[in-house]
């Protein structure tokens, strides 16, 4: 297995008894390399510069009507030739090309019960405050290090239980008690919000750019309050490794009736020992599960992605609709680990539902390994595979959210100063990535997929689809030979208030969807329940063919045989089309 020291910190490890896999799953040949690691005051950032342009001049903030005295850098954008900015000018004209802005608190809507689509029993908004602050980062006199929650010690699981307990004891109108700090996942991501100046336009922060610096924000946060509750300032939140096999069940410490981190509204079938299904694919064989997962890691981490975007998610402008479109681990890793730990039926609440997510203490941890993924992402994944990882459109680094801090003080915070964890004080423990050497084997037979292509109809005479099926097409490359390009699926229309979720295969040959861990799985797409104002949501996905057409051996061929297969019951996806494009140049 391939081991990563994600930090600068000299630490040491106890020996542990790891669920090994290497008998059943043969470690596969592909193999990488990492340098440059540093070991310096923990003030300093363990890697090269990566903060896309953080040491420009901060714009100084005032409290002022957002609608009012904003900037419009529609020209900025094109004169910078901002490629995203530039499609987005053309394609919404009436859009102001500015950053999306932080709410106004004090028109703070009501959230929906997706189940009843009546009113909910909590109001999602939070206390009003009439001052805002800019927030600083204070000084860091020692760097914090977020232990894997499987390997805690008693000590550490008095203090958290402790910590979550006395969050738990604040009055209901703290900002800092524990229902206030759930609720502003419900607010953000459950359709409170509108964008500031813009109507009855949806903010939203997840299946964007914002899905990543939102969450990194909202831990830092809860993290430093419940450092405060203890007197701690060195507390550092657990992270639920579940990229791990020793970590693919449900942290123990989360399991006792009596303790203040238990959640009753979770899916009783998944407790321990229930390994947890990255791929949603409802396989009962442990092992193959397991292979399941590492796949899915491995395709969505590397394989499947040719930009930031990919990884991040798609621009999100002031004065455009909410969910342009998900990166892959957010529509991956992450909405898997919220629906397998929801209740369903019944909405999925706690975890598996946006407005309830944050009430399960599970649902902090399981973000640590999320935000764990994007440091990975940015620092340690190899760079001859993805040289440009920042994203430096000024409407990405200046978004701005709106949080209570550990002394109940509303902040206004930027995505910009939240673009490397070390500088904001906290590193993560080492652990390996069996995943990162997770290529799958080569799939070289065509016979079969020879016998299915005479059946398969073409893409174009049966788009749109609606997708309650498993449904096989042939798409089109954009000529034989090409070996470097992408798959899009675009116009996807979701019915925003249920479980979602369909897998992309090409040239399977097998046709057993239980089965990921196979060189014809491309990718997937699903998301979380939630609320718009629309019920409805259109988004769009790529996904890189390269590493597929290599592992394949396909790049000669004219085409490619496509089968989606849905992990859903029902109805609720309609995807507009499909297509094959190059891969962009790396510099677009």
Same mark, same amino acid.
């Given at each position: 297995?391939a081991?990563?020291y994600?930090?600068c910190?000299?630490?040491?490890?106890?020996d542990?008894?790891?669920?090994?896999?290497?008998?059943?799953?043969?470690?596969p040949?592909?193999s990488?390399?990492?340098?440059?690691?540093?070991?310096?005051s923990?003030?300093v950032?363990?890697?090269v510069?990566a903060n896309?342009?953080?040491?420009?001049?901060?714009?100084?903030?005032?409290?002022?009507?957002p609608?009012?005295?904003?900037?419009?850098?529609?020209n900025?954008?094109?004169g910078?030739g901002?490629?995203?900015?530039?499609?987005?000018?053309?394609?919404?004209?009436?859009?102001?090309?500015?950053?999306?802005?932080?709410?106004?608190?004090?028109?703070c809507?009501t959230?929906?019960?997706?189940?009843?689509?009546q009113?909910?029993d909590?109001?999602?908004c939070?206390?009003i405050s009439?001052?805002i602050?800019d927030?600083?980062i204070?000084?860091?006199?020692?760097?914090?290090?977020?232990?894997?929650?499987?390997?805690?010690?008693?000590?550490?699981?008095?203090?958290?239980?402790?910590?979550?307990?006395?969050?738990k004891?604040?009055?209901?109108?703290d900002p800092?008690?524990f229902?206030q700090?759930a609720?502003?996942?419900c607010?953000?991501c459950n359709?409170?919000?509108?964008?500031p100046g813009?109507?009855t336009?949806?903010?939203?922060v997840?299946?964007s750019?914002?899905?990543f610096?939102f969450?990194?924000?909202?831990?830092?946060?809860y993290?430093?309050?419940?450092?405060?509750?203890?007197?701690?300032?060195?507390?550092?939140l657990?992270?639920?490794?579940?990229?791990? +096999?020793?970590?693919?069940?449900?942290p %123990?410490?989360? *399991? =006792?009736?009596?303790?203040?981190? $238990? !959640?009753?509204?979770r899916?009783?079938?998944?407790?321990?020992p229930?390994v947890i299904?990255?791929?949603?694919?409802?396989n009962?064989?442990?092992?193959?599960?397991?292979?399941?997962?590492?796949?899915?890691?491995?395709?969505?981490m590397?394989?499947?992605?040719?930009?930031a975007?990919?990884?991040?998610g798609?621009?999100?402008?002031?004065?455009?609709p909410?969910?342009?479109?998900p990166g892959?681990p957010?529509r991956?890793?992450?909405?898997?680990?919220?629906?397998?730990?929801?209740?369903?039926?019944?909405?999925?609440?706690?975890m598996g539902?946006?407005?309830?997510?944050?009430?399960?203490p599970l649902?902090?941890c399981h973000?640590?390994?999320?935000?764990?993924?994007?440091?990975?992402?940015?620092?340690f994944?190899?760079s001859?595979?993805f +040289?440009?990882?920042?994203i430096?459109? %000024?409407?990405f *680094? =200046?978004?701005?959210?709106?949080? $209570? !801090?550990?002394?109940?003080?509303?902040?206004?915070v930027?995505?910009?100063?939240?673009l490397d964890?070390?500088?904001?004080g906290?590193?993560?423990?080492r652990?390996?990535?069996?995943?990162?050497?997770?290529?799958?084997?080569p799939?070289?037979?065509?016979?079969?997929?020879?016998?299915?292509?005479?059946t398969?109809?073409?893409?174009?005479?049966?788009f749109?689809?609606?997708?309650?099926?498993?449904?096989?097409?042939q798409?089109?490359?954009?000529?034989?030979?090409?070996?470097?390009?992408?798959?899009?699926?675009?116009?996807?229309?979701l019915?925003?208030?249920?479980f979602?979720?369909?897998?992309?295969?090409?040239?399977d040959?097998?046709?057993?969807?239980?089965?990921l861990?196979?060189?014809?799985?491309?990718?997937?797409y699903a998301?979380? +329940?939630?609320k718009?104002?629309s019920?409805s949501?259109?988004?769009?996905?790529?996904?890189?063919?390269? !590493?597929?057409y290599?592992?394949?051996d396909?790049a000669?061929?004219?085409?490619?045989?496509?089968?989606?297969?849905?992990?859903?019951?029902?109805?609720?996806?309609?995807?507009g089309?499909?297509?094959i494009i190059?891969?962009?140049?790396?510099?677009?």
């Open positions: 297995m081991s990563l994600l930090s910190v000299n630490t040491t490890f106890s542990h008894q790891y669920f090994s896999l290497r008998r059943v799953f043969p470690k040949s592909y990488t390399t990492h340098a440059n690691h540093c070991t310096h923990p003030q950032s363990c890697s510069a896309g342009g953080q040491n420009q001049k901060e714009p100084a903030f005032q409290n002022v009507e609608s009012k005295g904003k900037v419009d850098r529609r900025v954008l094109l910078l901002s490629l995203y900015g530039a499609a987005n000018l053309v394609a919404t004209p009436s859009s102001s090309a500015n950053p999306v802005q932080a709410p106004q608190l004090d028109k809507g959230a929906t019960d997706l189940i009843t689509h009113k909910l909590v109001n999602c939070p206390p009439q001052s602050v927030y600083k204070p000084p860091i006199f020692q760097m914090k290090i977020r232990p894997s929650a499987h390997r805690v010690s008693p000590e550490y699981i008095f203090k958290y239980n402790l910590a979550v307990d006395r969050m004891r604040l009055p209901a109108d800092r008690s229902m700090q609720n502003i996942h607010a953000y359709g409170a919000y509108d964008q813009q109507g336009l949806d903010l939203q997840h299946n750019w914002l899905f610096p969450h990194r924000w909202y831990l830092y946060f993290e430093r309050i419940l450092g405060k509750l203890i007197n701690d300032p060195t507390f550092a657990p992270f639920w490794n579940w990229d791990n +096999p020793k970590g693919m069940t449900m %123990p410490i989360f *399991l =006792d009736p009596n303790s203040a981190l $238990y !959640d009753v509204k899916n009783q079938k998944n407790l321990p229930a299904d990255l791929g949603t694919t409802g009962t064989d442990p092992l193959q599960v397991v292979a399941n997962n590492l796949t899915v890691m491995y395709t969505e590397i394989r499947g992605n040719s930009n975007y990919d990884f991040m798609k621009p999100y402008r002031e004065g455009t909410a969910e342009p479109g892959a957010e991956g890793s992450h909405t898997a680990v919220h629906v397998w730990v929801g209740v369903f039926p019944g909405g999925g609440e706690d539902n946006f407005y309830s997510a944050g009430r399960d649902f902090y973000h640590a390994n999320v935000d764990r993924m994007w440091t990975l992402w940015q620092y994944l190899p001859s595979k +040289p440009d990882k920042k430096t459109d %000024p409407d *680094l =200046d978004a701005s959210f709106l949080f $209570y !801090d550990e002394n109940a003080q509303l902040v206004r930027t995505v910009k100063d939240c964890n070390r500088k904001m906290f590193d993560y423990e652990i390996d990535l069996p995943w990162l050497d997770y290529r799958p084997p799939q070289t037979s065509k016979a079969r997929i020879a016998r299915v292509t005479s398969a109809p073409k893409a174009e005479t049966i749109p689809l609606k997708l309650d099926n498993v449904v096989r097409f798409v089109s490359k954009t000529e034989k030979g090409k070996a470097d390009e992408l798959l899009v699926l675009e116009n996807i229309t019915d925003t208030s249920k979602l979720k369909f897998d992309v295969f090409v040239n040959e097998d046709d057993n969807p239980g089965e861990d196979k060189a014809a799985y491309a990718g997937t998301q979380v +329940p939630h718009t104002k019920s949501a259109s988004t769009s996905i790529q996904l890189k063919l390269t !590493d597929l290599d592992d394949m396909i000669d061929d004219d085409f490619i045989v496509v089968t989606l297969v849905p992990r859903h019951q029902g109805p609720g996806v309609t995807i089309g499909i297509k190059e891969n962009p140049p790396k510099s677009s």
